[in-house]
T-cell receptor
Framework: DAGVTQSPTHLIKTRGQQVTLRCSPK?????VSWYQQALGQGPQFIFQ???????QRGNFPDRFSGHQFPNYSSELNVNALLLGDSALYLC???????????FGPGTRLTVT | EDKVVQSPLSLVVHEGDTVTLNCSYE??????LLWYKQEKKAPTFLFML????IEKKSGRLSSILDKKELFSILNITATQTGDSAVYLC???????????FGEGTQLTVNP
């Protein structure tokens, strides 16, 4: 049973560029949440997708957008990258409204 | 604003010691509290607590929730070097399944 997978593992981008991160949920899960984790901090909620729609959103600017596909996989897009966007981006999957979320290994984004 | 506070922020112990990690919260419409262990990247799920006073146990780890005093503790007995990790506490609300995390406690277990 495959767990949550994310790609790529690492990414280096320049300020102003755009980036797309990908996530495949655990088998049987239909909900995907994205979190940003800065060094030494706990994860911060970005948004959550369910039935291909954004169901909830955290306090992040519109530069952060996402998408969920019919197979429940998801993408996180960040436009006009800032140095402060450097972080570990975690994807978590769950079933329906369950709080029991299972995390992927994350994508380490470095913006120079 | 919702708040989840963990203490201590870091802890160094010797193998065999027992540790207690704390998590207090101030959230509206509380629904559940979760503990995760983060070793390198992916936080791994440990416990979910929704009812006050009922201890959840898994091997040497146990956790309990106090909804009146708004806190939870995570106990680890007979610690091993493999317990070294960041332990994250998160809270879920009734208005959706997003989680609000604390900063985490960095636990280091020395041989």
């Amino acid at each position: 049973d495959a767990g949550v997978t994310q790609s790529p593992t690492h990414l280096i981008k320049t300020r102003g560029q755009q980036v797309t991160l990908r996530c495949s949920p655990k088998s049987g899960h239909d909900t995907v949440s994205w979190y940003q984790q800065a060094l030494g901090q706990g994860p911060q909620f970005i948004f959550q997708y369910y039935e291909e729609e954004e169901r909830q959103r955290g306090n992040f600017p519109d530069r952060f957008s996402g998408h969920q596909f019919p197979n429940y996989s998801s993408e996180l897009n960040v436009n006009a990258l800032l140095l402060g966007d450097s972080a570990l981006y975690l994807c978590a999957s769950s079933f329906g409204d369950s709080y029991e979320q299972y995390f992927g290994p994350g994508t380490r984004l470095t913006v120079t | 604003e919702d708040k989840v506070v963990q203490s201590p922020l870091s802890l160094v112990v010797h193998e065999g010691d027992t540790v207690t990690l704390n998590c207090s919260y101030e959230v509206t419409n509380f629904r559940s509290l979760l503990w995760y262990k983060q070793e390198k990247k992916a936080p791994t799920f440990l416990f979910m607590l929704t009812s006050s006073g009922i201890e959840k146990k898994s091997g040497r780890l146990s956790s309990i929730l106090d909804k009146k005093e708004l806190f939870s503790i995570l106990n680890i007995t007979a610690t091993q070097t493999g317990d070294s990790a960041v332990y994250l506490c998160a809270v879920g609300k009734t208005s959706g399944s997003r989680l609000t995390f604390g900063e985490g406690t960095q636990l280091t277990v020395n041989p």
